[in-house]
């Protein structure tokens, strides 16, 4: 169950985050999963519910969106949607094919409730 | 209360990867090619090991980290051969960077050809983890079944290498090589693919110049970027 590592990583990201842009308190952390980030939705709010409850930031909300597994294609460059784990491009049925999206934890974006920020966005 | 929606866009192992691909550089430096055994509970990654080590016994230097939950049973095992580190995760079920770097140490950071990572028994987590490897090799024995590569498309997509393992109960088992191999490769097409038996020693020559190969690759890849 390796969503509590995950959990545990978004909540430092997320405190990190605020620190840098002087916020004291964290509304909202939101985050995209895919079909290949090897997380399970449920378990990762469950970790995160428990972890942020008692954290600094509370209360954070987590918001998790989910997104569809994308390849490109070496050979043709065309972009395929996957609705299963059968790696071929759709156009050419290369099987020559790059993941591009849907096989990570992205941290989206931290909605804070401070007035003082000092920057707006990070890098 | 005035809000304010701050847009990160990051992958959140981005930094987890980032630490992982300077270790790897180190290590190439060194010419120590990393390889990452993954495999569920049982598969015969520390037989596979022993094989291995036996192998290369006066041919190359290796190095064993082998992770699992509890004991050193799988230590104890490799120290007759080679010098080895347990790294015992106390429940978590997959290493990750910092645990290897501080076995590294452990281990007196030793210039051998090869570092392999025994990782603990669990086809999902630890698929998600760089651990600094030139080489992740995932392991199927026959007893498991010929449909895991469909169950754990992450595990098998992320692998470059597969190997079967306990050949010699094949005759006994409903497991069909062919398929297995079909099912992992619609998942990953450039999966190179070993049979093996470590009691009997079948397919481990076999094995064992591959991993040959690719510490020959490394090399080559290094000196020509480097």
Same mark, same amino acid.
């Given at each position: 169950?390796?969503?509590?590592?995950?959990?545990?990583?978004?909540?430092?990201?997320?405190?990190?985050?605020?620190?840098?842009?002087?916020?004291?308190?964290?509304?909202?952390?939101?985050?995209?999963?895919?079909?290949?980030?090897?997380?399970?939705?449920?378990?990762?709010?469950?970790?995160?519910?428990?972890?942020?409850?008692?954290?600094?930031?509370?209360?954070?909300?987590?918001?998790?969106?989910?997104?569809?597994?994308?390849?490109?294609?070496?050979?043709?460059? /065309?972009?395929?949607?996957?609705?299963?784990?059968?790696?071929?491009?759709?156009?050419?049925?290369?099987?020559?094919?790059?993941?591009?999206?849907?096989?990570? #934890?992205? #941290?989206?974006?931290?909605?804070?409730?401070?007035? /003082?920020?000092?920057?707006?966005?990070?890098? | 209360?005035?809000?304010?929606?701050?847009?990160?866009?990051?992958?959140?192992?981005?930094? =987890?990867?980032?630490?992982?691909?300077?270790?790897?550089?180190?290590?190439?430096?060194?010419? !120590?090619?990393?390889?990452?055994? @993954?495999?569920?509970?049982?598969?015969?990654? !520390?037989?596979? @090991?022993?094989?291995?080590?036996?192998?290369? +016994?006066?041919?190359?230097?290796?190095?064993?980290?082998?992770?699992?939950? =509890? !004991?050193?049973?799988?230590? +104890?095992?490799?120290?007759?051969?080679?010098?080895?580190?347990?790294?015992?995760?106390?429940?978590?079920?997959?290493?990750?960077?910092?645990?290897?770097?501080?076995?590294?140490?452990?281990?007196? &950071?030793?210039?051998?050809?090869?570092?392999?990572?025994?990782?603990?028994?669990?086809?999902?987590?630890?698929?998600?983890?760089?651990?600094?490897?030139?080489?992740?090799?995932?392991?199927?024995?026959?007893?498991?079944?010929? &449909?895991?590569?469909?169950?754990?498309?992450?595990?098998?997509?992320?692998? +470059?290498?597969?190997?079967? !393992?306990?050949?010699?109960?094949?005759?006994?088992?409903?497991?069909?090589?062919?398929?297995?191999?079909?099912?992992?490769?619609?998942?990953?097409?450039?999966?190179?693919?070993?049979?093996?038996?470590?009691?009997?020693?079948?397919?481990?020559? =076999?094995?064992?110049?591959?991993? =040959?190969?690719?510490?020959?690759?490394?090399?080559?890849?290094?000196? +020509?970027?480097?």
């Amino acid at each position: 169950m390796h969503e509590w590592s995950f959990a545990r990583k978004l909540l430092q990201q997320a405190t990190g985050i605020c620190h840098a842009n002087g916020a004291r308190h964290c509304l909202e952390v939101r985050v995209q999963i895919g079909p290949l980030s090897g997380i399970e939705a449920t378990l990762l709010e469950s970790a995160f519910e428990q972890l942020a409850s008692d954290h600094e930031l509370a209360p954070t909300r987590l918001v998790i969106e989910r997104t569809p597994l994308v390849v490109r294609c070496r050979d043709c460059a /065309a972009e395929s949607e996957l609705s299963d784990f059968d790696f071929y491009c759709r156009l050419c049925g290369g099987r020559a094919v790059q993941v591009v999206a849907g096989d990570q #934890l992205q #941290l989206v974006s931290v909605t804070v409730d401070d007035a /003082a920020l000092m920057i707006k966005g990070t890098t | 209360m005035s809000k304010q929606v701050i847009v990160v866009r990051r992958d959140v192992l981005a930094e =987890e990867r980032a630490d992982a691909a300077a270790e790897r550089a180190r290590l190439a430096g060194r010419g !120590t090619l990393a390889v990452n055994l @993954l495999s569920s509970p049982g598969a015969g990654k !520390t037989s596979l @090991l022993e094989a291995t080590a036996q192998y290369f +016994q006066s041919r190359r230097t290796m190095a064993v980290l082998v992770g699992d939950l =509890e !004991t050193d049973r799988d230590a +104890q095992r490799l120290a007759r051969y080679v010098p080895t580190v347990q790294l015992t995760t106390g429940g978590a079920c997959h290493l990750e960077l910092p645990l290897v770097k501080r076995g590294l140490v452990q281990l007196g &950071d030793p210039q051998v050809d090869f570092l392999f990572i025994e990782n603990v028994g669990n086809l999902v987590c630890p698929a998600s983890h760089d651990l600094a490897e030139h080489l992740r090799v995932v392991l199927l024995s026959t007893t498991e079944g010929d &449909d895991k590569p469909g169950k754990y498309p992450k595990m098998f997509r992320t692998s +470059q290498a597969m190997v079967i !393992t306990k050949l010699d109960l094949l005759p006994h088992v409903p497991f069909s090589s062919e398929s297995a191999v079909q099912d992992a490769q619609r998942i990953q097409p450039n999966l190179d693919v070993f049979n093996v038996c470590a009691l009997d020693g079948r397919g481990i020559e =076999e094995w064992c110049q591959y991993l =040959e190969q690719q510490r020959d690759a490394m090399l080559q890849k290094r000196d +020509q970027h480097p």
